[in-house]
């Protein structure tokens, strides 16, 4: 059976949520990245296709896609884009510099458009003459609601994902306005968290209409992941202000995988630098893709002691030394990591994983 799964970053996440719930099946599931021209061996991927879920969104995907899709429409289920422009006006457009920081490890580039600030880069460019700090103390001084209407802004982004919702079958939009001031349910304004992710995979599972069993789908949206690379992009103090977001305080760090966790104003000011760790990102990018796993760990060894309090250092530490069949390394690792953030639940995992094999040793 084949299973295409069309759509943004949500449906590399519910064909992870599929994988896990077909895994005992013979089967094959692919993400098909929309926004994209579509390959040659997609499209015949997507034309063999058994199931289809496709993403509903405001904007139509490529051409070629959507026509594929029209001679399918029984086989197709669908599932919803969640987004949340409200939160940051002043994102997509990208860092300066971004473009030229692409690479195989960082095919977006640093500080692309989902985690850039339109902000911050004016005032860069304004006050050029300026250090850092200053046009930091500007930025944070700045009020969104005296030059955008915020409630208005909110009341766009609410119409839009209700019709999105719809249109799929599922509104998760009731969720996003009960609890985004309480909990993050945004990495950034494209990116939703597990807490949104899974109803949505849920759905999507449901919609395949393969009589997979609550169970089976309660167990295979619970091994959500985010990708490797994965951003929470800060949120400007006068939207924390505004809308009352409760968790989004001054002193709140947001994660930055890998380079560890910063509070807004930290953010800026690597935002106007230009800062970032291309060595470590690599690192992990090889750590995975099992390449050069020797090399990735000293890199890792280096950053961990420049950072001992960077769990996805350690994390991703751990991940190296288990992948050299260093047991205790990674074991020490891991413990490490989950000493910072014990609420990391696929690090808890591997830790058993781990150990379990310790003991067969």
């Not at 959507?66 to 197709?76: P, T």
């Not at 350690?314 to 490490?336: C, D, R, V």
Request: charged fraction near 25%; include cysteine; aromatic fraction near 8%.
């Amino acid at each position: 059976m084949r299973i295409a799964v069309i759509g943004n970053c949500h449906a590399d996440i519910v064909a992870q949520s599929v994988r896990a719930a077909i895994r005992d099946q013979t089967a094959d599931c692919r993400h098909i990245i929309s926004y994209k021209t579509i390959s040659d061996t997609d499209r015949a991927f997507v034309e063999a296709a058994d199931r289809i879920l496709i993403q509903i969104t405001d904007f139509k995907p490529d051409q070629a896609i959507s026509a594929l899709i029209a001679r399918k429409s029984d086989m197709i289920g669908r599932f919803p884009l969640i987004a949340a422009s409200f939160l940051y006006p002043g994102a997509g457009k990208p860092h300066p510099k971004a473009a030229a920081s692409r690479s195989f490890f960082c095919p977006s580039g640093y500080y692309e458009g989902q985690l850039s600030e339109r902000l911050l880069i004016d005032l860069m460019q304004a006050h050029a003459d300026e250090p850092p700090e200053a046009i930091v103390e500007r930025y944070l001084a700045h009020d969104y609601a005296a030059t955008l209407d915020l409630d208005r802004l909110f009341e766009i982004n609410r119409l839009k994902m209700r019709r999105i919702g719809e249109a799929a079958g599922l509104d998760v939009w009731p969720l996003v306005e009960r609890r985004f001031r309480d909990i993050p349910l945004f990495w950034t304004y494209l990116h939703p968290s597990g807490d949104l992710l899974r109803p949505i995979a849920r759905h999507a599972l449901n919609q395949l209409n393969l009589g997979l069993t609550p169970a089976t789908i309660e167990v295979a949206i619970g091994e959500i992941k985010e990708p490797l690379g994965f951003s929470h992009m800060p949120l400007h103090p006068s939207i924390v202000r505004h809308f009352g977001i409760e968790w989004a305080g001054p002193a709140y760090r947001y994660r930055l995988m890998p380079d560890g966790r910063f509070t807004a104003a930290e953010f800026a000011i690597r935002f106007i630098t230009f800062a970032h760790d291309a060595p470590l990102r690599q690192a992990v990018f090889d750590v995975h893709r099992h390449v050069g796993v020797d090399a990735a760990v000293k890199v890792l060894e280096a950053a961990r002691a420049r950072s001992p309090d960077n769990g996805d250092v350690l994390i991703n530490l751990a991940i190296g030394f288990w992948k050299l069949g260093q047991l205790n390394p990674a074991i020490e690792a891991t413990t490490a990591a989950l000493e910072l953030d014990p609420t990391q639940t696929e690090w808890v995992r591997f830790l058993c994983i781990l150990l379990r094999q310790a003991r067969l040793v």
